[in-house]
């Protein structure tokens, strides 16, 4: 029993590019974000209001945000790590805010800078000031199936950090397989204890394909009944702060397989592919997913 259709966020303009380290100009940024727009794609993270010095390729946020085509039938959402980051994703006027940390201390730590009950405070003044200001507001957990320091993380660990993030008040939780390292078993295993205790259409999942199981795993969370996934066009991806993360699960191929296997995304392949071409280009290096390689060798 599938679900009929499923809800694809893209993240590529934000984990995509955080990882790399040719800069992308503003205007290729903003070109590549109005093709996603028209692909059917209905959410976008556009880019992330972290410290600059942190992640220099998206020092442009608030001019990227400013500078893109909104259609008003898209949510355009941002990282947004601390209330600087808040005030500058505000004036940009960006639809969602994205707060974000990890269900293991180093990572955490490593990441953000802080101890993970240090965080707490800093994502609970977020979350009430956006909501003040009528945004919606999501979490995400990295590490949630291993870290890159401390090998698994328990499963009551995890729990404890979702739960927090949820108590903050926060519409969508996507749990974040940082260095590709889930495999669908454990996914599996996972889920079911989630589901117990928070609901399951409130959970997304962001898989890294790293280890090239990522596809494999959104099967069997569909099979769990989770209903949003996280991509990234062409297989761009990875957090700078997790060594041995990289690609995200590429949105091209799980639409790919979504349609092949009758789950609608309303997203238009060939328009999606057009988007990756572009961003290929940009970048001048090829993407690593199996729709562009086939596409690039027609
Ligand atoms: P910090 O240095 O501890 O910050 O960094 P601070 O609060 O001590 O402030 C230091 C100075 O930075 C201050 O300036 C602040 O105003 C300024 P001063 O008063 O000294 O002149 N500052 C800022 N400026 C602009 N924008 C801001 C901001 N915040 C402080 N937002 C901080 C703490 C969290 C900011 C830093 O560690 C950071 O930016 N980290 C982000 C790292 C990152 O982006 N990682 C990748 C994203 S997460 C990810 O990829 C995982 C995910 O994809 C899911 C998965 O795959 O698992 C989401
Ligand atoms: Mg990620």
Redesign the pocket.
């Known amino acids: 029993n599938l679900p009929a259709n499923i809800m694809v966020k893209e993240?590529g303009p934000?984990?995509g590019l955080?990882?790399e380290s040719s800069i992308i100009s503003t205007e290729d940024k903003i070109k590549w974000i109005n093709l996603l727009s028209q692909t059917g794609l209905r959410y976008i993270e556009i880019s992330?209001?972290?410290?600059?010095?942190?992640?220099p390729q998206?020092n442009d946020a608030v001019e990227v945000a400013n500078g893109i085509n909104r259609d008003p039938g898209i949510t355009y959402a941002a990282?947004?790590?601390?209330?600087?980051?808040?005030?500058?994703a505000l004036s940009a006027d960006i639809d969602e805010v994205?707060i974000?940390m990890?269900a293991s201390e180093s990572?955490n730590q490593k990441?953000?800078?802080?101890s993970i009950r240090a965080t707490y405070p800093?994502l609970r003044e977020v979350v009430d000031e956006a909501k003040q200001e009528n945004k919606t507001v999501r979490g995400?957990?990295?590490?949630?199936f291993g870290c890159p320091y401390e090998g698994e993380i328990k499963i009551e660990q995890v729990i404890r950090v979702c739960d927090a993030l949820f108590s903050m008040g926060i519409d969508e939780l996507?749990?974040?397989?940082?260095?590709g390292v889930a495999n669908p078993l454990q996914v599996k295993k996972v889920l079911e204890e989630l589901a117990q205790r928070f609901p399951t259409e409130k959970l997304a999942m962001?898989f890294?394909n790293t280890r090239g199981m990522a596809l494999a795993n959104v099967l069997v969370s569909l099979q769990m009944g989770i209903t949003i996934f996280?991509g990234s066009l062409g297989g761009l991806?990875?957090?700078?702060?997790?060594k041995g993360?990289s690609g995200?699960l590429a949105t091209d191929d799980l639409i790919h397989m979504m349609e092949s296997i009758g789950i609608k995304t309303d997203v238009n392949e060939r328009k999606l592919q057009q988007a990756a071409l572009f961003i290929q280009d940009a970048l001048g290096k090829p993407l690593s997913s199996h729709q562009i390689e086939i596409n690039s060798n027609q």
């Open positions: 993240v934000r984990d955080q990882n992330s209001f972290v410290h600059p010095k942190w992640i998206l990282l947004v790590p601390n209330k600087r980051g808040l005030e500058r994205s974000f990890s990572h990441n953000i800078n802080k800093v995400y957990v990295s590490t949630v996507s749990l974040g397989d940082t260095i962001h890294h996280d991806g990875g957090c700078p702060y997790a993360a995200n």
